[in-house]
């Protein structure tokens, strides 16, 4: 479904990413994981189109997306919710969902509004209220819901865990096994490896711009109890 070649990416005269490949196939759930500045969040904003990759590519189902604006990575049926939401704080939460529905139309479609009703009732609530008077939890579920209204195959979500309380990262994590569940791809990058390890099938390390380990299906066990593992690349 995603494969990243070789892939080189930085800011201005750093670069941050070092000959970056990995690959994430149909219907699995991957993730990203490492400490701080591993450049994770790079890494994600190369693959959306929000940073220009030096060099490398990134082909969704063969198709080189590398040049292409983060506006048409919907064409592609990837969605992605960013560390920061990006959501129009102004906007009710309804007029946010509307915007990413227009822009789904012409997809097949998999998500409905009754479907984001069942996964966030919350939004079915406050469908009137501005977004930046909701709580950092719900505009996270609006992100997620907004995100799936663009009806994509692959979801990548960049640290979906950060500063949220423990019982919406556990609503949040019930909604992606569902999601899961219905075969949606998805990317995670998150710090927290305990996450991490509970939803997805394998993992890539990050640690310096690299990837520097990979965990096979069923080996988280075995890399959370490797000590020196852990704390060379998550720095706990």
């Known amino acids: 479904m995603l494969e990243i070649h070789s892939l080189v990416s ?6 941050v990413l070092h000959d970056v490949s990995l690959s994430i196939g149909d ?8 400490a701080n500045g591993a450049g994770k969040t790079t890494l994600v904003r190369t693959i959306c189109g929000l940073l220009r990759a030096r060099s490398g590519r990134v082909l969704k189902n063969g198709v080189d997306i590398s040049q292409t604006p983060t506006h048409d990575m919907a064409d592609h049926r990837i969605a992605v919710v960013l560390e920061n939401r990006r959501l129009f704080g102004e906007l009710t939460v309804r007029e946010n969902l509307l915007l990413a529905e227009r822009r789904g139309r012409g997809a097949r479609k998999v998500f409905d509004w009754a479907d984001i009703y069942a996964l966030f009732p919350m939004i079915e609530e406050r469908l009137e209220t501005p977004v930046n008077l909701l709580s950092g939890g719900q505009q996270q579920m609006v992100a997620i819901a907004r995100a799936l209204l663009l009806q994509p195959n692959l979801l990548i979500m960049d640290e979906p865990s950060t500063g949220l309380a423990p ?12 999601l899961r569940g219905r075969g949606m791809a998805l990317l995670l990058v998150e710090q927290n490896v305990g996450i991490a390890s509970a939803i997805t099938d394998r993992a890539y390390v990050l640690a310096l711009g690299r990837i520097e380990h990979e965990i096979q299906p069923g080996a988280w066990d075995t890399f959370l109890k490797d ?9 706990s």
């Open 10 to 15: 930085g800011y201005g005269a750093l670069t």
């Open 27 to 34: 219907r699995e759930a991957v993730a990203i994981v490492g």
């Open 167 to 178: 019982k919406v990262v556990k609503d949040i994590l019930n909604v992606i096994k569902e």
């Open 227 to 235: 000590e020196r593992l852990v704390k060379a690349y998550l720095g």
